[in-house]
């Protein structure tokens, strides 16, 4: 599998209510120098001996990079990258491209908040390359939108993905949420059938989580808006699929469906126990059992990149039984599941010897399939995902 490289952008114009991302307010100024820094992160990381950890820590045993690996994806997350000109777009890939051999089939995501485009702005983000936008639509009911602390409405989410197909976008993602405050499973629906007669090529199903200390927590309990119960919230999900399947989407993770064609392949690198490299403060990269994180605080991200300082921190080389343990839970996310022979192959280990005896009476309890020399969850089973994969720990 070849190389993905993510780059973050930490800046949002507001910021919702449930939301534990690495960002922060937009800053003009520091948004310049950011991007300053992102390319020069990246050049520098194509440097023999500089991916894979350079200077952090003993470098003898971590990868180096042999010579412009392919890299056939690029992912611009965050925070939100569409506050990003195109023309910073276009220096960042410029970075990308020279560093790294870009396919010429390359898969270019910009994650999209509605709010900060328009067809103008849209269009010149195609000039400067991208080819696939992901957009956090997360609702089309107003009342729910205002509830996460969205900025958009849900006409203007409509609107943005129009502006996306006249501009010659390919590949349209939707991100949607469910299980929010107040919403019933009429109104999910309601958000599902829009979604469906929009006609996007992909789509991610995320299930509000609500960290400790989330501001909206708090309105929750001042304003007496609760979460439907659980079991109304399983069945949403499936529910959810159901009529996505019926309208030709093809379900292949837990939490995304696609048309055929469209998966991301950024994000099936993160499933597949593929390599990717992160850029930008708080990125997290992996390279052939290498992992580490960037630095996650903008500011002095910036700051040590002026000053020819090292980002990176945390460094670990995982070791061969956690890097089974982990290709174990993140293959099971897929819905094409293990392939025994393939994972022994890839791993060492023919996982149903070591784990067929736990994982038998899951099969009973209608979780986990087993055909064709492959095992993998069922849909009921990945709505009770972690306890299933708690079998591997
Ligand atoms: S736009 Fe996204 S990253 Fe920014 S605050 Fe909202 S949820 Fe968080």
């Known amino acids: ?10 800046f949002c114009q507001h910021i919702c209510s449930y939301c534990n991302f690495n960002r922060g307010l937009l800053d003009a100024d520091l948004k310049r120098k950011y991007v300053d820094a992102l390319v020069t992160e990246i050049t520098a990381s194509g440097a023999v001996g500089q ?25 611009f997350g965050g925070g939100t990258p569409s506050l990003l000109e195109s023309g910073e777009v276009a220096r960042i890939l410029r970075a990308c491209g020279e560093t790294y051999s870009l396919t010429p089939d390359a898969e270019i995501t910009l994650e999209t908040n509605p709010e900060t485009v328009s067809a103008e702005r849209l269009a010149a983000f195609r000039e400067a390359g991208i080819n696939r936008i992901s957009c956090g639509v997360q609702s089309f009911d ?18 943005v993905i129009g502006d996306a197909r006249r501009a010659g976008f390919a590949s349209v993602s939707l991100d949607l949420m469910l299980w929010l405050p107040g919403q019933s499973p009429a109104s999910w629906y309601r958000t599902v059938d829009r979604a469906i007669r929009l006609g996007p090529d992909h789509l991610s199903l995320y299930l509000l989580e609500l960290y400790p200390n989330a501001p909206l927590k708090e309105e929750m309990a001042r304003a007496g808006w609760s979460q439907t119960p659980d079991d109304d919230a399983a069945e949403m999900y499936l529910e959810g699929l159901t009529r996505l399947d019926a309208a030709g989407y093809v379900q292949y993770e837990i939490s995304n469906v696609a048309r055929p064609g469209h998966r991301s ?23 052939d059992g290498v992992r580490w994180k960037n630095i996650a605080a903008t500011a002095e991200y910036v700051a040590r990149i002026a000053s020819g300082q090292d980002v990176r921190q945390d460094v670990q080389i995982l070791s061969p039984a956690s890097r089974v343990e982990e290709a174990l839970f993140t293959g099971l996310r897929l819905n094409e599941g293990i392939n025994e022979s393939a994972f022994a192959e890839q791993w060492g280990i023919f996982p149903w010897d070591r784990y067929g005896d736990a994982l038998e009476p899951r099969i009973e309890a209608g979780h986990v399939w087993r055909c064709a020399g492959s095992f993998g969850l069922t849909r009921s089973g990945m709505l009770v995902a972690n306890d299933v994969l708690s079998t591997f720990v």
């Open 51 to 75: 991916w894979g950890c350079g200077a952090v820590g003993s470098t003898a045993s971590l990868p180096h990079c042999p010579t412009a690996p392919l890299v056939d994806s690029v992912f």
């Open 142 to 159: 107003d009342e729910e939108l205002k509830k996460l602390g969205r900025i958009h409405s849900a006409e203007k989410a409509v609107e």
């Open 265 to 287: 392949r950024h994000n099936v690198k993160y499933w597949q126990s593929g390599n990717w490299l992160g850029f930008g403060c708080g990125a997290h990269s992996t390279v």
């Open 1 to 10: 599998m070849k190389l993905g490289l993510y780059v973050h952008i930490p």
